[in-house]
């Protein structure tokens, strides 16, 4: 199971970090992942991160700003969002899928991810 959180209103240019909790593991390594989908658009990959060594990969559109890391004691995925703009105004969707697997292409695929958590809002105001 996913649980994200940290969602809220923010400013534009403000920061917000948010939480992706697992539970109930089944695999010892998996690519987690922050997916967000704007109303009326795509769900879009954001970020995404390998457990057991945390190397990282980061979409374009984000790179600079938003970092995804990981907690291995406590099972959890942050994506901390930095300068956030209007245009990041949206539901966030963390997503998992178990193993081990060399960075690709693969990662902003939405349908390669096995198990997803519930959204959290994301509303930035300019």
């Known amino acids: 199971q996913l649980q994200a959180s940290g969602g809220g209103l923010v400013q534009a240019g403000g920061s917000l970090r948010l939480s992706c909790a697992a539970s109930g593991r089944t695999s010892t390594s998996y690519t987690v992942g922050w997916f967000r989908q704007a109303p009326g658009k795509e769900r879009e990959f954001v970020a995404a991160?390998?457990?057991?060594?945390?190397?990282?990969y980061i979409a374009e559109s984000v790179k600079g700003r938003f970092t995804i890391s990981r907690e291995n004691a406590n099972d959890m995925v942050y994506l901390q969002m930095n300068s956030l703009k209007p245009e990041d105004t949206a539901v966030y969707y963390c997503?998992?899928?178990?193993?081990?697997?060399?960075?690709?292409?693969?990662?902003?695929?939405?349908?390669?991810?096995?198990?997803w958590g519930q959204g959290t809002l994301v509303t930035v105001s300019s």
């Open positions: 997503a998992a899928k178990p193993g081990h697997f060399a960075v690709s292409s693969v990662w902003r695929d939405r349908y390669w991810f096995t198990y």
């Open positions: 991160i390998r457990w057991r060594d945390g190397l990282t």
